[in-house]
């Protein structure tokens, strides 16, 4: 059982920063995924960000490439993500989610990961 502990969040006005943190029990080895989750008020939950394994593949949604950069600290035991440039539109609940033994397909795929923390807020203001 892994549990996941975001922090980070709050509020920020538009074109600010924010890094949001996760904090693993026990964190990943060998083939997982990590990644970085977004549910905005009366939308569905999508994926941010994601990151593969200890050499640390990264994929991005298209809404936040080249803004938000996902990076990981394993001795540490922990996730980050790096969020600049931010816009109204990244106001959401963020959650970290972890895949220790990743079932197939895309890595934003919710179904695809085993253990969720409880999110954090982020709100950006205009």
């Known amino acids: 059982q892994v549990q996941l502990v975001e922090s980070g969040g709050g509020s920020v006005q538009a074109g600010g920063s924010l890094r949001l943190s996760c904090e693993a029990s026990e964190y990943p080895k060998g083939v997982y995924f990590m990644a970085w989750f977004r549910q905005a008020p009366g939308k569905e939950r999508e994926g941010v960000a994601a990151?593969?394994?200890?050499?640390?593949?990264?994929f991005y949604a298209d809404s936040v490439k080249d803004r938000f950069t996902i990076s990981q600290d394993p001795p540490k035991k922990t996730l980050y993500l790096q969020m600049d440039r931010l816009k109204p539109d990244d106001t959401a609940i963020y959650y970290c989610?972890?895949?220790?033994?990743?079932?197939?397909?895309?890595?934003?795929?919710?179904?695809?990961?085993?253990?969720w923390g409880q999110g954090t807020q982020v709100t950006v203001s205009s």
């Open positions: 990151l593969y394994g200890r050499a640390g593949s990264t």
């Open positions: 989610a972890a895949a220790p033994k990743p079932k197939g397909g895309h890595w934003a795929a919710q179904s695809k990961y085993e253990y």
